[in-house]
């Protein structure tokens, strides 16, 4: 099935460094959603993003809608211990109720 | 609280047992899905119910069967379980598109 391709699988960093990761695709999106995933949880929604180009924060987390409608990125500044989990970036098209998945960044920070 | 409520949280069966994953929300939204979650693999789509009395395949639908039994509850059922479908499960409900899915907190399932 379609998939987005997110980058990196896997991310290990040091307390107070930033992180960046992204999602590509080949389709064109009218939303692009950021979730993350605690361990032992669901994903839950941290940014969404609504028009191309749009550039959009929450705390320490700013996300940005690609200008070509085809990718988006996530960083997050000054990591802490509590931003360890997976981060999921998720595409919606208007004509159907499903989303489009990336497979995930595994967020693990070192003490 | 508001909310998708999953049971049960884990469940371990043997290969040939069958069992129903329960679903339940309370915020009135139409659509609801099922989907599962392997290292690795992302979210993948079994079944989904875009209102009630409908339900359509997902990506990975083979080895399950789904019931809209009302607009609040939504089953997903294994009839011959597999080693192959040990995982995690996640219930959803579409709550629009600025906000997406919002997701239980998951059936974490093995099949021995």
């Keep these: 099935g ?10 290990f960093i ?3 460094e930033d992180v960046s990761m992204n999602c590509t695709s080949s389709s064109i999106f009218n939303t692009w959603l950021w979730y993350k995933q605690d361990p032992g949880e669901g994903p839950v929604l941290l940014i969404a993003l609504y028009k191309a180009g749009e550039l959009t924060s929450n705390g320490r987390l700013t996300a940005q809608f690609g200008i070509t409608r ?5 960083n997050i500044s000054a990591s802490i211990p509590s931003d360890v989990g997976i981060y999921f970036c998720a595409g919606h098209m208007d004509s159907n109720y499903q989303l489009i998945w990336g497979a995930g960044t595994k967020l693990i920070i070192k003490p | 609280n508001a909310g998708v409520t999953q049971t049960p949280k884990f469940q371990v069966l043997k290969t040939g047992q069958s069992m129903t994953l329960q679903c ?17 693999m992302g979210l993948r789509l079994i079944y989904y ?3 009630e009395g409908t339900t359509d395949k997902g990506e990975v639908p083979n080895g399950y069967n789904v019931s809209r039994l009302n607009k609040r509850e939504f089953s997903l059922r294994l009839e ?3 080693p192959s479908q040990t995982s995690v499960y996640f219930c959803a409900t579409w709550t629009g598109p600025n906000y997406g899915y919002t997701f239980g907190s998951g059936t974490r399932l093995t099949v021995v």
């Design chain 2, 24 to 40: 339940a929300q309370d915020m009135n939204h139409n659509s609801m899905y099922w989907y599962r979650q392997d290292p690795g």
């Design chain 1, 70 to 74: 085809k990718d988006s990125f996530l």
């Design chain 2, 49 to 51: 119910s875009a209102s």
């Design chain 2, 80 to 82: 011959s379980a597999a």
């Design chain 1, 14 to 16: 040091q307390e107070g």
């Design chain 1, 2 to 11: 379609q998939q987005l391709n997110q980058s990196p699988q896997s991310m």
